[in-house]
């Protein structure tokens, strides 16, 4: 079992950065690939990016490349995501998850989810 808690959400301004942590606690977090996913109201819940379990590699959708970043720091057992240039459109709860298998884009392939953090942005 695998325990996730979310924090850094807020309210911010278009054109503002926030940052998300995601503490991971229980089984060896270097074990699993880690994964951002955010639902907006009304909407499914979709990848935004993952990141192997070295951290050597990462993906991001197309929405949000080039302006947010995955890391992680397995000695922490924390996740992080960077989130630069934000847009009202980027408004979302924003869940972290962890799956035992490689990178994946579907929420159903990760096997543990945290409570997730609001995203509010302003225009």
């Known amino acids: 079992q695998v325990q996730l808690v979310e924090s850094g959400g807020g309210l911010v301004q278009a054109g503002g950065s926030l940052r998300l942590s995601c503490a991971a606690s229980?089984?060896?977090?270097?074990?699993?690939?880690m994964a951002w996913f955010r639902q907006a109201p009304g909407k499914e819940r979709e990848f935004v990016a993952a990141?192997?379990?070295?951290?050597?590699?990462?993906v991001y959708a197309d929405s949000v490349k080039g302006r947010f970043t995955i890391s992680r720091d397995n000695a922490k057992n924390t996740v992080y995501l960077q989130m630069n240039s934000l847009k009202p459109e980027d408004t979302a709860v924003y869940y972290c998850?962890?799956?035992?298998?490689?990178?994946?884009?579907?929420?159903?392939?990760?096997?543990?989810w945290g409570q997730g953090t609001q995203v509010t942005v302003s225009s």
């Open positions: 998850a962890a799956n035992r298998g490689n990178i994946d884009y579907t929420p159903r392939a990760y096997d543990y």
């Open positions: 229980g089984r060896t977090f270097s074990n699993y690939a």
């Open positions: 990141v192997s379990r070295s951290g050597s590699s990462t």
